[in-house]
């Protein structure tokens, strides 16, 4: 994990090259680097807290829907309202990309914060 932050990192250092100066293993991932530059996704904004408080609020009331409409155990619920949360978290980032050409690796960590949140907050 800790090589993972080092890269993310370093990565945002990298000038954007053109094709003709870039060094061979370079040439296979311009879409990376862009992605990686892209100085307009701050850690914390006003999106940010929309994508915690989202993921505490699906993974909650999932698992209320789960345990008293649907009547499945504890341990089912919990694992479904995880799930769910999560799946809703990853394809609204791959529905951003498609889109808007925008995958955002700190949207989904703040998706892993509110779903933690609500788990220990109101499931747990």
């Known amino acids: 994990m800790f090589f993972i932050v080092i890269f993310i990192v370093s990565a945002q250092g990298i000038k954007h090259l053109s094709s003709t100066a870039a060094p061979k293993g370079l040439q296979v991932m311009p879409e990376m680097l862009t992605a990686l530059q892209k ?3 701050p850690w914390f904004s006003e999106d940010k807290f929309y994508h915690l408080s ?8 999932s698992y209320h829907l789960y345990t008293h409409y649907r009547e499945d155990s504890e341990t089912r619920a919990k694992l479904y309202s995880l799930s769910t949360t999560a799946c809703i978290g990853i394809c609204k980032e791959l529905y951003d990309k498609k889109k808007k050409n925008h995958f955002s690796w700190k949207d989904l960590f703040w998706d892993g914060i509110g779903l933690a949140l609500g788990y220990f907050l109101f499931i747990d």
Do not use: E, F, R, Y
């Open 39 to 41: 100085k307009n996704d």
């Open 54 to 61: 989202a993921s505490a609020a699906i993974s909650s009331l």
